[in-house]
């Protein structure tokens, strides 16, 4: 497959969408459920490859089935935005596997991006199953059932800490089907938000990540701390404008906050939000110079 400017899945990987990717000379390794997935650059073409085998993975991960020139165009009265769109050319949102999202962003509470990697790997390490590709040693993501059936000291073993108590609460939910996959599909946007944010350890921000990159809600529109500051920066006038509400930057949202400040940004993006949402992330961290 060639890349172009509508497809780059190096930059895709290293957006802070999922953390289990590792670098090999020139491929790349993904841990993605019970799948390790890789892909090679060279020059201008992309090889894929998975084990076990997973046909066409790269159509369904890298959502290579959205119309992308129609999703574009929903931006076309955005000047920022549209700037964006070419600058990073090719960045794409990931389809995820819902579990492994749910964990993986329930273990990105208060930390950077290197501690989430780490966390995520040491789980994977001592719950998952290992594989072996090209010689080297890979670890697919832990069951939700192995999860739930590890011990907090188990968990807390794996340096994860506080958030312990949030992945072992989501695994039993997802074990005793009191949260399901089917059913947050089948719900919209509001009602999926709340099933998932009535479940300890999942928060505002957590349930709109795990809402846009693995159960099709591409109007969720995550914020955090690097969010806060793209929006204040770009788009004060249009928080001013629709909210006499006192929003600080610079300090953690309230719930009640932020459901204002996501409802004004779904508003404005609509129904394709979760992909203006990551440019502008990517963006901004990219301005700090912050690594992924």
């Known amino acids: 497959m060639l890349l172009d400017s509508r497809f780059n899945p190096e930059i895709s990987i290293n957006s802070g969408q999922m953390f289990l990717w590792e670098k090999y000379e020139n491929s790349w390794y993904g841990t993605y459920g019970n799948y390790i997935l ?51 050319g090719g960045l794409r949102l990931i389809r995820q596997d819902p579990y492994q999202c749910m964990i993986s962003f329930a273990c990105s509470s208060n930390t950077n991006i290197s ?17 072996e590709i090209d010689n080297k040693i890979f670890f697919t993501f832990p069951t939700m059932e192995n999860l739930n059936k590890a011990s907090i000291n188990e968990l807390c073993s794996c ?24 059913e947050l ?18 928060g505002n921000k957590i349930a709109d990540c795990i809402l846009l990159f693995s159960l099709e ?26 909210n006499s509400t006192i929003i600080n930057a610079n300090k953690k949202l309230s719930d009640n906050q932020y459901s204002i400040l996501s409802e004004i940004m779904r508003n404005h993006f609509g129904k394709y939000g979760g992909y203006a949402q990551q440019y502008l992330f990517y963006h901004i961290r990219n301005l700090e110079m912050k690594k992924w």
């Open 185 to 202: 599909y089948r719900s919209n946007y509001d009602e999926a938000r709340k099933i998932l944010t009535s479940v300890y350890g999942i």
């Open 217 to 242: 809600k591409t109007e969720a529109f995550p914020i955090d701390v690097w969010m806060g500051r793209a929006i204040f920066k770009y788009y004060h006038r249009i928080i001013n404008k629709r």
């Open 115 to 131: 501690m989430i990697r780490m966390m995520l790997k040491n789980l994977s390490r001592k719950f998952g199953i290992k594989k």
């Open 38 to 88: 890789k892909f090679t650059i060279t020059d201008k073409e992309v090889e894929f490859y998975s084990t076990p085998k997973f046909d066409n993975w790269q159509h369904l991960i890298f959502r290579l089935d959205d119309n992308i020139q129609e999703i574009f165009a929903d931006f076309s009265n955005d000047s920022i935005l549209l700037n964006l769109l070419k600058k990073y």
């Open 159 to 182: 340096s994860v800490g506080y958030r312990a108590k949030a992945i072992k609460s989501i695994a039993e939910k997802v074990v005793t089907r009191a949260l399901t996959v089917d």
